[in-house]
């Protein structure tokens, strides 16, 4: 893995469809069986020799600096974003740019994937694509983005959020980007998948991935994450 590649966890959510289990506890800190979800998110990062990592927070931000620190006992380096105010997903990265590599990874700090990031990254390359967006069939994808790609893996439709129960390719909200797509972004409250995304196709590429990844959002699928976790690590 490129030793020059950073990543930012975007963990600043409140994860209201999740209560009551984020009353009092931020939504990256709920646990995938024995840890905090975002935890297994250093963790894949780490795996495939990504270590510098920015954080961009928002709300309960005090509970996970206290619980990761400067990520030293997780074997990386962290750095915190705090947000005085939501900058949508795009707006939050842009937020802590100075930071960034010129080629870098984002993820959601609340979502569990074993996502291959090292081919991610790779065919990203191979493609000299400015952004590239990684996707997974889904049967249900209400409530998430899903888009179209030709032949080659360019995207040429992109929507957010439909109101469609249509098996599609869905957007799993990681992204590997070169750091001049920026540019693009204004400054305050700016979204990727309303955004950005739209704005850029079809001149950006999708890597497609049939290894596990879930929106831990909702009641149904945080227990269903936990169930599936458990039975893997049993067989």
Not at 49 to 74: P, Q, R, S
Not at 88 to 115: M, P, Q
Not at 129 to 135: G, M, Y
Not at 158 to 163: A, C, D, G, S, T
Request: proline letters at 6%.
């Amino acid at each position: 893995m490129d030793s020059k590649i950073n990543a930012v966890i975007m963990a600043g959510g409140k994860g209201t469809r999740l209560q009551p289990l984020t009353s009092e506890v931020p939504k990256p800190l709920v646990k995938i069986i024995d840890k905090p979800v975002m935890e297994c998110i250093i963790e894949l990062l780490k795996k495939h020799g990504i270590t510098e990592i920015a954080v961009t927070l928002g709300h309960m931000a005090d509970k996970i600096i206290d619980y990761f620190g400067n990520g030293e006992n997780f074997g990386v380096n962290l750095t915190y974003f705090v947000e005085n105010e939501p900058l949508g997903t795009a707006g939050s990265v842009k937020g802590c740019e100075s930071y960034l590599s010129d080629t870098f990874i984002v993820i959601s700090g609340d979502s569990y994937t074993e996502i291959d990031l090292t081919n991610a990254i790779s065919f990203h390359k191979a493609k000299k694509s400015p952004f590239t967006l990684i996707a997974t069939p889904h049967n249900n994808p209400v409530g998430l983005g899903v888009l179209d790609l030709d032949h080659d893996g360019r995207i040429i439709n992109f929507i957010e959020k439909p109101q469609t129960t249509k098996p599609s390719l869905i957007n799993c909200g990681i992204y590997v980007i070169e750091k001049r797509v920026l540019n693009l972004v204004p400054e305050g409250f700016y979204d990727f998948g309303r955004q950005l995304i739209p704005d850029l196709v079809p001149e950006i590429y999708a890597f497609v991935t049939y290894d596990y990844w879930s929106d831990i959002g909702t009641l149904p699928s945080y227990y269903h994450t936990n169930y599936l976790v458990a039975m893997s690590r049993n067989a």
